[in-house]
């Protein structure tokens, strides 16, 4: 047994949402039990053993296909990291509103399941379909507007047609958890996690752009009221975390070993650095784990430190499209997308 096995840190209790303890970022993928949780809305009741995945709307022949059913169709077995676009709210100067996660809002998975492609077209999606909608059985209350929502999201056909979007069947190797989505939920990789969406039992495809609340008042950048140049939330940016030492933490003179992770849904992590004397020169890290097309790559680099006193640790990571972590990220309403360059203070003795 191990002794030392960090729990989630819950940021609320209904709906539950609780960080990855990034502490335990011991092994690449991320054990079930630690993988971030993020809902909007109480548990759905727990599905009936009736269950079955609706595929209607713009389709030759709307398809119902119970779990059984599902599970004939040829699956894949995805890597992928996963990051809520609030990770790292809690670290935006002036506060934005919503849950305030600090920087564990991001976990990484294997998700088996059947490429979604497979199933549009055996439903014979039309060629006019412009997005794919997907509701999850979560339903609940907003304070913004009156009446019982449903967690639904929309992608653009493109995206729902790409092979590698999945309707999960299993999460690292196991049929996925209640918490997570059981018994099936959309992976969307290279996105924010609003757009994998759980609990799925229908998918609709349209014509029309979906205006649902969670596509089209939450999950949209704008720096305020009044902007007009308001963008959808996609592609998540190049972000790394800090995971040993913490923020704060107190240490002998001599060696450590600062480590971490870092991911890019816009491209591959290709660099990460640190910078000791607040950002004036940069060390290259080591790679802990090789490059995989969706996944975080976890890197550490040796620090040996004879001198005390206080020291500010940054890292930056870079993707290979040439995309940086800035130092502040831009400030919006909703405090989404916070890609900071990753700062934490520590105390040599
Ligand atoms: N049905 C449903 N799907 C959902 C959500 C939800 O509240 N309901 N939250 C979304 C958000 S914002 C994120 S970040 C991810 C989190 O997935 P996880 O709880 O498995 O970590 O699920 C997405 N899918
Ligand atoms: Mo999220």
């Not at 969670?214 to 308001?230: A, E, G, H, T």
């Not at 976890?298 to 040996?304: P, Q, S, V």
């Amino acid at each position: 047994m191990n002794l030392y096995d960090p729990k989630r840190i819950p940021r609320s209790i209904i709906p539950e949402n609780q960080e990855f303890p990034m502490l335990s970022l011991s092994s690449w993928v991320t054990p079930e039990n630690k993988y971030y949780i993020r809902n909007h809305f109480p548990y759905p009741a727990l599905p009936l053993n009736d269950w079955a995945l609706k595929i209607e709307g713009l389709v030759q022949k709307p398809i119902l296909l119970n779990y059984q059913a599902l599970c004939q169709f040829p699956q894949i077995i995805l890597p992928v990291t996963m990051e809520c676009s609030g990770n790292k709210r809690a670290y935006f100067q002036p506060k934005a509103r919503g849950v305030q996660w600090e920087q564990g809002a991001v976990s990484h998975a294997l998700w088996t399941g059947v490429p979604l492609r497979t199933l549009l077209q055996v439903a014979g999606i039309m060629p006019n379909v412009r997005e794919v909608i997907f509701e999850g059985m979560d339903t609940g209350e907003r304070i913004d507007l009156p009446g019982t929502f449903r967690f639904a999201r929309s992608l653009p056909v493109e995206k729902a047609m790409h092979p590698d979007t999945l309707i999960a069947l299993c999460m690292n190797g196991k049929p996925i958890s209640y918490k997570h989505g059981h018994p099936a939920r959309l992976i969307v990789p290279n996105w924010y996690g609003m757009a994998s969406v759980k609990w799925l039992y229908r998918i609709v495809a349209t014509d029309q752009v979906f205006k649902g609340p969670f596509q089209n008042i939450d999950y949209v950048v704008y720096r305020s009221k009044k902007d007009s140049q308001r963008r959808p939330v996609t592609l998540m940016k190049v972000n790394s975390v800090i995971s040993q030492p913490t923020d704060q933490t107190v240490l002998r003179r001599g060696k450590h070993f600062i480590t971490g992770t870092a991911w890019s849904g816009q491209g591959s992590v290709k660099m990460v650095e640190i910078s000791l004397d607040h950002g004036g020169t940069w060390n290259l890290v080591t790679w802990l784990d090789s490059e995989e097309k969706y996944s975080w790559r976890r890197w550490g680099w040796d620090w040996n430190v004879p001198v005390p006193g206080t020291y500010l640790i940054m890292v930056k990571a870079t993707d290979d499209k040439g995309n940086i972590q800035p130092l502040q990220a831009e400030w919006n309403v909703m405090g989404y997308e916070n890609n900071s360059i990753s700062q934490i203070q520590v105390y040599i003795e």
